[in-house]
């Protein structure tokens, strides 16, 4: 399983970004998919989550009615659309993908991206 994530860059508060993460090696509608984010000095923290089908989402309460998760399975990509952003939102985002019922925190993934950096600034 590999996944790619991109997008990231430098953008003022209460701008918006769009991440994508494509997948490849695996069957991409059989994974839940989640973003994670991680700020220098802090551990990796959960942001979003997409079930297969894409019915089902979860979100983080520090990002809820800013940020979107969705998928293509056509495509194995997933997004993140970032609106309003904050200071707070800078971090190394990650993708990864779980075969675990549950999908919400780190344990529960199985393959991570590499990463990309979304810095926001005052």
């Known amino acids: 399983v590999q996944l790619q994530a991109s997008g990231g860059g430098l953008v003022q508060a209460g701008g918006s970004v769009r991440l994508s993460c494509a997948a490849s090696?695996?069957?991409?509608?059989?994974?839940?998919m989640g973003w994670f984010r991680q700020a220098p000095g802090e551990e990796r923290k959960f942001v979003a989550s997409?079930?297969?089908?894409?019915?089902?989402?979860y979100y983080a309460d520090s990002v809820k009615g800013r940020f979107t998760i969705s998928r293509d399975n056509a495509k194995n990509t997933v997004y993140l659309q970032m609106n309003s952003l904050k200071p707070e939102d800078t971090a190394v985002y990650y993708c990864a993908a779980s075969a675990s019922t549950y999908y919400l925190r780190v344990p529960d993934f199985h393959s991570w991206g590499q990463g990309t950096q979304v810095t926001v600034s005052s």
């Open positions: 090696g695996h069957i991409f509608s059989n994974s839940n």
């Open positions: 997409v079930s297969r089908t894409g019915s089902t989402t």
